[in-house]
């Protein structure tokens, strides 16, 4: 998909099922934008694509499920930006409450930060309880297992460790995490960032395969460059094979949320966050019809 020609014709396909008008605009609680109809058939084939909310941590949460809904998008995986660990049972079954009436799902929550501290975990368990929440986007300190372990037991709410990146002196490459949950029970899962995983040097499309007994989660999107400092990019213009990920994607028949995550253009990443769900829209109409 080198070829700019091919491109092109890949975000026109995608594209043309988001409100394009509402390009370059900011987004508000009163943003209007015209609204194409929904296709006659899902344009992700059965794959649960969402929106992880920290792609639009500069908005309020009411703008954010705006957001969300202009991108024709019916998953979240929201952030505490949006909804805080220390929200109280009300407050939290009210942001839900708001995202159901819009007609979006929150599937997971998160990334949740926890330290090998009871309290700790049990606030995370409790706030994804109280939101009816089954999957906790994680990273965790590895000495924490014993609890972890405890707590999916008792909650039955599945955790996804998030791997970070060559950064990360928890989780760098999701083959950290699965080496270290094969001992615990299995709700105790990952959720593969497949920018960072590149980043870490490890095959992503591979990393979806080998770990899709416990892929809980997954972070999707398209990076500058594999090197430590690569940044996000739209989806098409960076260096990731996002076709070889999609068909992994798909040959397991996941079914936890592809999760959109964009920590670029925080000020405005709708108009970059359209072009890669256009994009990648696209690419899997393309893929479907062969």
Known sequence: MSNGLSRRLVLKSGLLAIGTAALGKPITETSTFDTPAPPATDPWYGLKAGIASYTFRKLSLDETIKATQLLGLQYISIKDFH?????????????????????????????????????????????????????????????????????????NIKLAIHNHGPEDKR???????????????????????????????????????????????????????????????????????????????????????????YERSPDNAYPEVAETIGYTKGLLKGMMAK
Not at 87 to 106: D, H, M, N, W
Not at 213 to 233: A, V
Request: net charge positive; with cysteine.
């Open 83 to 155: 909804l805080s660990l220390k929200s109280s049972t009300e407050e939290r079954k009210s942001a839900i409450g708001k995202l159901k009436a819009a007609g979006i799902t929150a599937m997971s929550c998160g990334n949740v930060t926890m330290e090998n501290d009871e309290a700790m975990i049990r606030q995370a368990f409790e706030y994804a309880r109280d939101c009816g929440i089954p999957t906790i986007v994680c990273s965790p300190d590895p000495k924490s297992f014993p609890l972890l372990d405890k707590a999916v037991k008792e909650f």
């Open 171 to 261: 989780w760098p490459s999701p083959y950290d995490v699965w080496n270290a949950i094969k001992n615990y029970d299995t709700r105790i899962g990952l959720c593969i960032d497949v920018g960072h995983t590149a980043r870490a040097k490890v095959n992503p499309a591979e990393a979806i395969i080998k770990c899709k007994s416990r892929l809980y989660d997954l972070h999707f999107k398209d990076i500058e460059s594999t090197e430590p400092n690569g940044g996000t990019i739209q989806a098409g213009r960076g260096v990731l094979s996002l076709k070889a990920i999609l068909s992994s994607i798909i040959k397991i028949k996941y079914q936890g949320l592809l999760s959109v995550e």
